[in-house]
């Protein structure tokens, strides 16, 4: 994602993260719209405005809105209670560390080139041998 990059390179944002979506998973779209949507989510820099920011998004990011703050006590079905100081901005900090990884992961690659699916499974294989997860069932969009 050049877009990410550049944004930081700029100094326009301060985070980032992205999820994947389609029609099925949330995307207000027609019904017969079978794309997938990267949803992606930036906090610009305080010093910087909102419309600025916006101004300098590709067309190609559509539905583009100002999201109000964050709610302080949840974040999907993440067990905040158990978080350091039952702070949610943890999860929404592994978030944006998790889009990274996943972003440094797919710049590590030749552009021209189809990351092989085996090279995916071995990197969650490592995730999940360091956090001593045998299997876990994720569901996918």
């Not at 710049?107 to 090279?119: G, L, W």
Request: glycine share 4%; hydrophobic share 40%.
């Amino acid at each position: 994602m050049p877009l990410i990059r550049k944004l930081q390179r700029d100094g326009d944002i301060s985070w980032f993260s992205f999820l994947v979506h389609s029609r099925r998973s949330g995307v207000p779209t027609e019904e017969n719209d079978s794309r997938l949507f990267v949803h992606l989510r930036l906090a610009h820099v305080e010093a910087r405005k909102y419309d600025d920011l916006v101004s300098k998004l590709p067309s190609y990011c559509e539905m583009t809105r100002r999201m109000p703050a964050v709610p302080r006590d949840e974040l999907d079905n993440n067990d905040v209670k158990s978080l350091r100081d039952q702070d949610v901005e943890w999860a929404w900090a592994i978030l944006g560390a998790g889009s990274e990884w996943i972003l440094t992961f797919l710049e590590s690659h030749d552009i021209k080139a189809r990351i092989a699916p085996q090279s995916v499974s071995q990197q969650l294989h490592y995730i999940g041998n360091a956090l001593m997860v045998r299997m876990v069932g994720i569901l996918m969009p």
